[in-house]
């Protein structure tokens, strides 16, 4: 029996296998607590990178470590072959750099059924889960926004005309639909994946592994691809601003409703589609949504921290709200965050 070695495991690293001479002892295989590889699917200038960028922020958010890697593929998909996967083939295994990641994703076209066994042989072979994330839009508008915003921009395009750009960026987009194979219900059944129609409209999910796929799926569902505009906008001024008070629940002075009225006049002249508004639950907030003619919802957090009474004078003249907040203290905290 042999005795018992120095231990010279890696703390950081989350699972642990058995080595010979340098290399892994035994094949890697999948385990409980085994990292995540998240790989992009689809087209050029179908929103694969602005989703990449989000979901990689959001998981070091929710305290999953992860990177992202892009691999800038070639002009021509048949260029693109060598090497399938760029920089994660450029070892055997996970190595030293990976030690403290829990997911990394991948972000390029990923169009081919070939391909994509490639990389869920990679992860297989390597401890990895693997979930595929496949954006599709058949939207020309979409498409062409896109475009003008994102791909015209790159390094490619530098100094050139942007019809030029434009054309040439459309041909790129024909070369990969020539080999295009979207992910499919019924080849790539055995396979963890998301597909997301056109920005949003619609959704497939298949066979979620774990907790860290299903918050991706949850996330990936709630997020806009597309740009859009939040205006911010405090109330109109209120009866007790006049005596130089913040907090409590007064209406709107004379000026504020002014205010409400110039503030109306502004957002019809955007000409928004689709407005949604959303107030707090407070009188002044709410006379000033309303002058807008359009529906809104009150939100509670929204809500302004009472000011008027200190905190010396809460234990004396609101003992319940005292012992109220001590309960609810981490619960609001959590709510205010999960909003």
């Not at 010279?8 to 001479?21: C, D, F, G, R």
């Not at 179908?46 to 892009?70: A, D, H, Q």
């Not at 990969?176 to 194979?181: G, V």
């Amino acid at each position: 029996m042999a005795s018992p070695r120095e231990l010279t495991q890696n703390p950081l690293k989350k699972i642990w296998m058995p080595y010979s001479n340098g290399r892994p002892a035994l094949h890697a295989f999948c385990m409980t607590n085994c990292p995540t590889l998240i790989v992009m699917v689809g087209l050029p200038a179908r929103g694969k990178t602005y989703i990449s960028k989000k979901l990689t922020r959001y998981l070091n958010w929710i305290g999953v470590p992860t990177r992202g890697e892009f691999w800038q593929e070639s002009r021509s998909p048949e260029m693109s072959v060598l090497p399938p996967l760029g920089g994660l083939l450029l070892s055997p295994g996970p190595g030293p750099e990976l030690t403290s990641i829990w997911s990394q994703v991948f972000d390029a076209t990923n169009t081919t059924r070939e391909r994509r066994a490639t990389i869920f042989n990679f992860g297989e072979q390597n401890g990895y889960k693997t979930f595929f994330v496949e954006s599709i839009c058949v939207d020309p508008e979409v498409i062409a926004a896109n475009i003008v915003q994102v791909k015209l921009g790159s390094p490619d395009y530098v100094n050139r005309d942007s019809d030029e750009a434009t054309e040439d960026f459309m041909r790129r987009i024909d070369c990969y639909e020539n080999s295009y194979e979207s992910l499919d219900e019924d080849l790539d059944r055995d396979l963890s994946y998301i597909k997301i129609m056109d920005v949003g409209q619609s959704y497939v999910v298949n066979r979620v592994a774990d907790h860290i796929q299903s918050r991706i799926v949850y996330y990936l569902m709630n997020i806009h691809v597309t740009p859009r505009s939040i205006y911010l906008c405090r109330h109109g001024e209120s009866e007790l601003n006049l005596k130089g008070r913040i907090g409590g629940a007064p209406g709107l002075s004379p000026r504020g409703r002014e205010f409400a009225k110039s503030l109306a006049q502004f957002i019809s002249d955007q000409n928004i589609k689709d407005l949604k508004v959303w107030t707090s639950q407070m009188k002044r907030t709410i006379q000033t949504a309303e002058a807008l003619g359009v529906p809104y919802e009150h939100w509670k957090v929204l809500n302004e921290i009472d000011a008027v009474v200190t905190l010396p004078a809460c234990p004396a003249h609101l003992p319940g709200a005292v012992l109220m907040t001590r309960k609810n203290l981490l619960l609001n905290l959590l709510h205010c965050f999960c909003i």
